[in-house]
């Protein structure tokens, strides 16, 4: 079993910054990939950012130069910068890891950008 703890919410102005942690335990494999979602109430949620064990990373468009995927394979912890926070990023962010047909989820954490 894989356990996923994230961190790192909060509530702040636009034109603001937030790290997001979300650290990884239980039984992992060396090569798998790690990201973020979001999702707001009645949507489906939607890939942030991902990052795999070798250190490729895809981002929506919607984050491209504003936010920054990051990883500590040491550490198994996963980081999501986020710089230049508008309102629309309000979501709550989950924290993803799979490999092949596994997946598993954290928790999930609130972040919300006021105008």
């Known amino acids: 079993q894989v356990q996923l703890v994230e961190s790192g919410g909060g509530l702040v102005q636009a034109g603001g910054s937030l790290r997001l942690s979300c650290v990884v335990s239980?039984?992992?494999?060396?090569?798998?990939?790690m990201g973020w979602y979001c999702q707001v109430p009645g949507k489906e949620r939607e890939l942030v950012a991902s990052i795999t064990s070798g250190g490729s990373t895809n981002y929506a468009d919607s984050v491209k130069g504003r936010f920054a995927i990051s990883r500590d394979n040491a550490k198994n912890t996963v980081y999501l910068q986020m710089n230049s926070l508008k309102p629309e990023d309000t979501a709550v962010y989950y924290c993803k890891y799979w490999r092949n047909m596994y997946a598993y989820w954290g928790q999930g954490t609130q972040v919300t950008v006021s105008s």
């Open positions: 239980g039984r992992i494999f060396s090569v798998n990939t």
